[in-house]
């Protein structure tokens, strides 16, 4: 059964290796040399003067366009979704599957290992935590993405309080998230979003 690769300009590029720096390789499609930036453990499986398919995601900007490749879904997966998270974009992107892989970010995010997403470079705690809180979000809504990354781990509350379930989920234990999700909406308006009733309830567990 054929892959789903997604739409964009171009779903995939297939050549051969005409050249490799750190980070990037130049795949030759019939004579067409396309500049693809890749994740370090694909750029050490690629070889030059090697056949290749990646899958591509095209990123383009008023001022640029960069061509973003991967040999697995899983990996294409990862990156679109955390190029939805705020605060990342594509070099932080790439930056997670290099130094984590896929493997790995499964288990970050469905154990809530947060210091493991910080282990990236240009992620601190909070852009960490937010990682592990959006791609949690998401696991309950994509099924494509809970199938490929696997939801087993997903914190629910047992009160059904979705901002309790979610500062769990962030490493909370339950007696610190019901403290903070109570100060938060204390000062919260009623009708506050969840999402800005848990980001007010980290900002007051930092100050202690």
Known sequence: MAENWGYGLFAFLRG???????GEVVLDVNGVGYQVFVPDRV?????????????TYCH???????????????????FELLLGIS?????????????????????????????AITRVSGVGKKGAQRIVLETKSK????????ALLGDDGVVDSD??????AA?????????????????????SSPDAPDED???????SMAKV
């Open 16 to 22: 051969s290796v005409a050249a490799k720096t750190p």
């Open 43 to 55: 750029w050490d499986r690629l070889s030059l003067e090697s056949s290749a398919l990646l899958l």
């Open 60 to 78: 383009i900007r008023e001022d640029s366009f960069q061509i973003f490749g991967f040999q697995r879904q899983e990996e294409k997966a990862i």
């Open 87 to 115: 605060g990342v974009g594509p070099k932080v992107a790439l930056a997670v599957l290099s130094t984590l892989g896929v493997s790995e970010f499964r288990r970050a995010v469905l154990e809530n290992d947060v210091t």
């Open 139 to 146: 696991l309950g809504q994509d099924t494509e993405l809970s």
């Open 159 to 164: 009160s059904g309080d979705d901002v309790i």
């Open 167 to 187: 500062l769990c989920a962030l490493g909370c234990t339950l007696a610190e998230a019901q403290r903070a999700a109570k100060k938060a909406r204390d000062a």
């Open 197 to 203: 009733v848990v980001k007010l309830a980290l900002r």
